[in-house]
């Protein structure tokens, strides 16, 4: 029989000797004499003809193939079928009950391919499998893992089990002729070696490949013992995968022994796998006879005699004890050679782990490692299994990887494909703005901005790109573009190059590289030069303005007269005549005109400021008027898309580009609106025609587009409103195309050396004679935000102004308060009051007559009473004096 594609152990003997060690340290139990077989692939009757005899456990097959159909066996018969060696992960619990893998799943170990192709940045793989079960499942899972990270299978290549050398050179040779350098060879053991010697024959071992290998071969690597140098020259650059069992003193013990008995052979993961498997079964026994079970058997009466086959289905016997023996099995948690024994809800070994091995030199390097619990890393697994999963991109790391060629750096994974086949590009044959993209009588057949731009990142590429240019369209009207992106993704066209615009709806389908040139829609629309206006001495200022400009005068001046009442006789007299005095300082100071004198220090403080901030406003005011009265002013009836929006008026765009989806499915506006236009002539008699006459009331297209198009309008039309839109341009490829990252990477490199700029002056070097929009006179208007900084350092003067006056007077009123015998000066100051007792319990009259006396009158009692104080203070001290000389 061919080998199939898991036959990992090619030595039955290795099994045999491994059971036979068991016999010994069981023998102590009497009751039970164990019978260990194993189920190969040897005969395809064999596994039947073993089954024939009662038996509670099965240990194999290592053969995938042979374990889908042993598995259906065992469920009628209600063994357990471990098995050491079949990794196709479509053995499920859920199809097998009766089926458990002591081995690793090979769901995990494609997760791990699929990690490190992310890791190292590449999107396509190439797939080399055996064209078995087990080959196509793996390669299967492998495809929905990568497609997790972004990445996909662009090619899988099937060898047929035991394929020769001239048919592995064939399918090598072909894949050769692809774009991707990134191969995940996932095969039988005996063909391996194969691919890497044919591969290096044809030279796909040198710099710039990638080679991923599955656990075979670490698997063949292992068995043999010492490798001979030819074989490691096959395998220079390699990364594989390895099943990861830790480091133990049983597992030290284990290997000693086998040396021992076998030092020419080595011993590989499955090895362990298969020890560890039937001391599993001999432990989860003894268990069951613990438990006081009994091993009985039954006769299955759906399982008939077949006289046309040799199959004896007659002669097998169901465990009746079977399903709780496989709840003993699954229950069992001990350590073996390959560590901890114990199985998750799927049945599928706890914490899969992985080596990730390097080949160089004579042997693999290790560089890391991976576990579903965290990921690629350079720990052990173990030592991270007590902290929280972490499997997240930043959290990836591995060792250097030598790869192919004796290179450090991870190969881009791709080349342009060498199978003769040019880039077929195409480019939409415009009727209209032709300097951005047109037909050329003279090769390559197009010309316009976006070639020129296209053409100069390809030369930044660091290999050639053949190219073939295809026109797009029939030339009688401007295509599709939606169109032209669907033709990329059917595989029609491998990019689009020309004005083709980057939206939400196109990049779920191609890859766009970086926008080369900034795009918007704008409303263009018929412009007027507007009315003058007899109240356009009011446009300068915006309505707040205005009203806080007002309040200011009038603050300021009630500041003033405050702080100027005690001092300056100018700010006094009459209420009525104090009132005007306020009125008529606050507005004559607009002119500078005021003139009342300040002479308290406060109040030229105050007034300082204030004149500063005057002369800002007076200066922004004649300047911004101005500019309204002598710079002409347009207007039109559309003021921008909202305005466009709730009128009924017909609205042209550029036909075939995106405006029009855009206008009906974002925007709600009917479709009977919408008027396509063919080329400038169209744009420009639509605009002057008018929506009554047959044309439209205004055009919304893409700014690149408007600026051509203003600059033949002779300043009737203008864009009015904002850009409502914000995107660009940029070159369409296939979905997941390495060379749409690489041609990102040169247009980014053209903008940073100027010659994005260059290419735009050479064929859009426009000069507008006009503005291209047309100012809101709301827009131009002085805002209160504009200065509202410098009336908050007024209003801050002010206070601070303010807070030192009435300071001053609390201190003045304070040293006024009467002492004993004082009554009489205190009641002259406050004008007849009755008493001093209304001092010597302060009230706010008495203090505002404090506040309206003059500073000489105040400043005058203060010094009388100072002088008073220091008679009495002399008078008393004289009185003592005579009393103390009386005295005998």
């Known amino acids: 029989m061919t080998p199939s594609s898991d036959e990992r152990l090619n030595q039955l003997s290795k099994q045999q000797w491994m059971m036979s060690t068991l016999t010994k340290p069981y023998s102590r139990v009497p009751s039970l004499t164990l019978s260990f077989k194993t189920l190969t692939a040897v005969d395809s009757l064999a596994p039947w003809e073993l089954m024939e005899t009662q038996v509670v456990a099965a240990i194999g097959p290592q053969s995938s193939s042979i374990a889908h159909m042993i598995s259906y066996v065992a469920n009628e018969l209600h063994v357990p079928l471990l098995s050491f060696a079949a990794t196709d992960p479509t053995l499920s619990s859920l199809q097998y009950p009766y089926f458990l893998r002591t081995t690793q799943n090979d769901h995990f170990q494609m997760h791990a391919v699929a990690d490190l192709v992310s890791y190292s940045g590449w999107r396509q793989v190439i797939a080399i499998f055996v064209d078995d079960e087990c080959g196509r499942n793996g390669v299967s899972v492998l495809g929905d893992a990568l497609a997790k990270k972004r990445a996909r299978i662009s090619h899988k290549a099937a060898i047929t089990p035991g394929a020769d050398a001239t048919s592995i050179k064939d ?71 390895r099943h990861y069992t830790a480091e133990s003193d049983a597992k030290r013990r284990f290997m000693e022994r086998w040396r021992n008995l076998r030092p020419k052979e080595g011993l590989n993961s499955y090895a362990l796998y298969a020890y560890d498997s039937v001391w599993l079964i001999a432990r989860a026994l003894d268990v069951f006879f613990r438990e006081n ?21 007659s002669a097998l016997s169901v465990f009746n004890e079977g399903e709780r023996f496989l709840e003993i099995i699954l229950g069992m948690n001990h350590t073996g050679v390959t560590g901890p024994i114990r199985f998750d809800s799927e049945r599928n070994r706890v914490n899969p782990a992985y ?92 010309r316009g901005y976006c070639i020129d731009v296209f053409e100069a990142a390809i030369e930044l590429l660091p290999y050639p790109v053949p190219r073939n240019y295809i026109l797009y369209g029939d030339g009688k009207k401007n295509p599709s573009y939606d169109n032209l992106i669907n033709e990329v993704v059917a595989d029609n066209f491998d990019v689009a190059v020309g004005d083709i615009t980057i939206v939400t709806n196109r990049t779920r389908f191609v890859d766009f590289t970086q926008p080369f040139i900034e795009s918007g829609l704008v409303v263009v629309a018929p412009v007027k030069e507007a009315k003058s206006s007899p109240w356009s001495f009011l446009k300068p200022f915006t309505i707040e303005m205005w009203a806080v400009t007002g309040a200011f005068f009038l603050f300021v001046g009630a500041i003033v007269w405050i702080l100027e009442h005690r001092f300056n006789h100018e700010f006094r007299g009459p209420p009525r005549r104090q009132l005007i005095t306020i009125f008529w300082f606050s507005f004559s100071t607009m002119f500078f005109s005021h003139r009342e004198n300040t002479v308290s220090s406060l109040g ?74 063919r080329d400038e002539e169209h744009y420009l008699s639509a605009l002057q025609l008018g929506p009554k006459a047959g044309g439209v009331a ?95 350092i007024c209003g801050i003067t002010c206070f601070i102004a303010l807070t030192v006056f009435f300071w001053r007077v609390f201190w003045q009123y304070q040293r006024l308060l009467p002492d004993t015998g004082d009554e009489e000066r205190v009641s002259e100051v406050t004008e007849g009051s009755r008493s001093g007792r209304g001092l010597r319990a302060p009230s706010f009259k008495e203090l505002v007559k404090i506040v309206d006396k003059r500073e000489a009158e105040i400043k005058e009692i203060l010094k009388q009473k100072s002088s008073n104080k220091l008679k009495s203070s002399q008078s008393g001290a004289g009185s003592s004096h005579s009393q103390h000389s009386e005295i005998p």
């Open 355 to 446: 080596e990730v091995l390097n080949i160089e030199g004579t042997g693999p390097r290790r560089v890391g490692y991976w576990s579903n619990h965290s990921g690629l890393s350079v720990v052990p697994p173990e030592t991270l299994y007590s902290k929280p999963p972490n499997t997240s991109t930043a959290n990836q790391r591995l060792y250097g990887i030598i790869w192919p060629g004796e290179v450090t750096k991870p190969p881009r994974g791709w080349v342009f494909p060498n199978n003769g086949k040019p880039l077929k590009i195409a480019v939409p044959n415009r009727v209209s703005y032709k300097d951005y993209v047109s037909k050329d009588k003279n090769p390559p057949g197009v």
């Open 698 to 792: 205004a055009i919304v297209d893409e700014l690149p587009y408007i600026e051509v198009l203003l600059t033949n309008s002779n300043c009737k039309y203008r864009t009015v409103g904002q850009e409502f839109t914000r995107t660009g341009w940029g070159f369409a490829f296939q979905r997941d195309s390495p060379l749409a990252v690489d041609m990102s990477t040169a247009i980014l490199q053209l903008s940073e050396e100027g010659e994005l700029e260059k290419i735009h002056r050479k064929w859009l070097n426009y000069k507008h004679e006009c503005s291209m929009q047309i100012q809101n006179s709301e827009t131009s208007q002085l805002s209160l935000k504009s200065f509202w900084g410098l009336f908050l």
């Open 171 to 241: 399918l090598l040779v072909s894949v050769n002729l692809m774009a991707s350098r990134v191969y995940v060879v996932h095969v039988n053991p005996d063909s391996g070696l194969n691919v890497f010697s044919v591969a290096k024959s044809l030279g796909m071992m040198g710099s710039g490949y990638v080679w991923i290998s599955t656990d075979w071969l670490p698997t063949v690597l292992d068995s043999m013992g010492a490798v001979d140098t030819e074989t490691m020259d096959l395998l220079q650059g390699v990364v594989a995968f």
């Open 293 to 313: 079970n009994r091993v009985t058997f039954s006769n299955d009466p759906n399982l008939h005699k077949t006289k046309s086959s040799s199959l004896r289905l």
């Open 604 to 677: 030229r403080l105050v007034l300082i400021i204030w004149l500063f901030v005057v002369l800002i406003i007076n200066s922004s005011y004649t300047a911004s008027l101005t500019s309204i009265l002598t710079v002409q002013q347009l207007t039109s009836r559309i003021e921008g898309i909202d305005s466009l929006i709730t009128s009924n008026e017909p609205i042209g765009v550029q036909d075939g580009t995106f405006a029009r989806n855009y206008l009906v499915n974002e925007l709600n506006i009917s479709p009977h609106r919408i008027v396509p236009l």
